[in-house]
T-cell receptor, first 111, second 116 residues
Framework: QKEVEQNSGPLSVPEGAIASLNCTYS??????FFWYRQYSGKSPELIMF????GDKEDGRFTAQLNKASQYVSLLIRDSQPSDSATYLC???????????FGTGTRLKVLA | GAVVSQHPSWVICKSGTSVKIECRSL??????MFWYRQFPKQSLMLMAT?????????EQGVEKDKFLINHASLTLSTLTVTSAHPEDSSFYIC????????????FGQGTRLTVV
């Protein structure tokens, strides 16, 4: 079992819709969770981080964490074509500073 | 957010030569820096963790003699790909952490290495 799993996609949504990206992780001791966006040929950029169960909102983005289910998600409201990218879920390995990345989900927002 | 600068952004080298990539934290002191490699359509794979003033910790399967990492100061880490071969062609990305637990990592722009 991979440590951080994501559906590779592509996930296609129409412009203005809500995009829902999901991620599961295997280490129950994980405490820190991150969502990064990566455009083709570019380095990842941080969108959000979440440490506590529940929802965390920042503009059009909402991260949701459910530690009991070992599940973290990212919702993008009012999706725009510029949101089209690969979204990487990352988890810090417990007791370290190491980031473990999922394979990423490719999102396509259709104009 | 913090700024991490990586240089060069792309490099082409001949097989058998060495290439050095620099990673600098511009506005903070990075106790820990990480080096990743990313092949097309794959995720970031951690190669090594670099701590200032000490030897880097390499992930399993990464040759420490081939990928030399130096973290001489709190703002600079370098990765040298020695005796590069075409299979080393990849996107190399560094990230830096301020060193406290549960903190976000800031990524450099990445270096596209092509070995011909």
């Amino acid at each position: 079992q991979k440590e951080v799993e994501q559906n590779s996609g592509p996930l296609s949504v129409p412009e203005g819709a809500i995009a829902s990206l999901n991620c599961t992780y295997s280490d129950r001791g994980s405490q820190s969770f991150f969502w990064y966006r990566q455009y083709s040929g570019k380095s990842p950029e941080l969108i959000m981080f979440i440490y506590s169960n529940g929802d965390k909102e920042d503009g059009r983005f909402t991260a949701q964490l459910n530690k009991a289910s070992q599940y973290v998600s990212l919702l993008i409201r009012d999706s725009q074509p510029s949101d089209s990218a690969t979204y990487l879920c990352a988890v810090i390995a417990p007791g370290t500073y190491k980031y473990i990345f999922g394979t990423g989900t490719r999102l396509k927002v259709l104009a | 957010g913090a700024v991490v600068s990586q240089h060069p952004s792309w490099v082409i080298c001949k097989s058998g030569t060495s290439v050095k990539i620099e990673c600098r934290s511009l506005d903070f002191q990075a106790t820990t820096m990480f080096w990743y490699r990313q092949f097309p359509k794959q995720s970031l794979m951690l190669m090594a963790t670099s701590n200032e003033g000490s030897k880097a910790t390499y992930e399993q399967g990464v040759e420490k003699d081939k990928f030399l990492i130096n973290h001489a100061s709190l703002t600079l880490s370098t990765l040298t790909v020695t005796s590069a071969h075409p299979e080393d062609s990849s996107f190399y990305i560094c990230s830096a952490s301020k060193g406290t637990t549960n903190t976000e990592a800031f990524f450099g722009q990445g270096t596209r290495l092509t070995v011909v």
